[in-house]
């Protein structure tokens, strides 16, 4: 199993931009097929935001976040993105990317993948 590594966190005001990746530090994300995006919230539950099915492109987002933030992977480059706009207060959280082997199913937005990365920590302010 490769090991997930985000990156692009950081303090940004509300109304700014950012993106994170998540690449792996140990192997290839080329043996995974889905990927997701997930945060948590200081006192709240983990919250899947976004996925992608690399075979067919596919992409779902949590209500909060769709028509902001675009999920995207690199085939080429080998990682994983999370585009994120118009950013709000309430989007303040520690990001997590994760991958799974899983085919054949589509993007699922609530799943328990098999790897994780350690988080990146995301704050908007107001």
């Known amino acids: 199993q490769a090991q997930l590594v985000e990156s692009g966190g950081g303090l940004v005001e509300s109304g700014g931009s950012l993106r994170l990746s998540c690449a792996a530090s140990?192997?290839?994300?080329?043996?995974?097929?889905?990927f997701g995006w997930f945060r948590q919230a200081p006192g709240k539950e983990r919250e899947a935001i976004s996925c992608?099915?690399?075979?067919?492109?596919?992409?779902l987002y949590t209500g909060s976040v769709r028509g902001r933030f675009t999920i995207s992977i690199d085939n080429h480059d080998n990682t994983l993105y999370l585009q994120m706009n118009s950013l709000k207060p309430e989007d303040t959280a520690v990001y997590y990317c994760?991958?799974?082997?899983?085919?054949?199913?589509?993007?699922?937005?609530?799943?328990?993948?098999?790897?994780w990365g350690q988080g990146t920590q995301v704050t908007v302010s107001s």
């Open positions: 994760a991958a799974d082997t899983l085919e054949g199913y589509g993007c699922i937005l609530e799943f328990e993948y098999g790897s």
């Open positions: 992608i099915d690399r075979t067919d492109g596919s992409t």
């Open positions: 140990r192997g290839t994300l080329r043996h995974y097929a889905i």
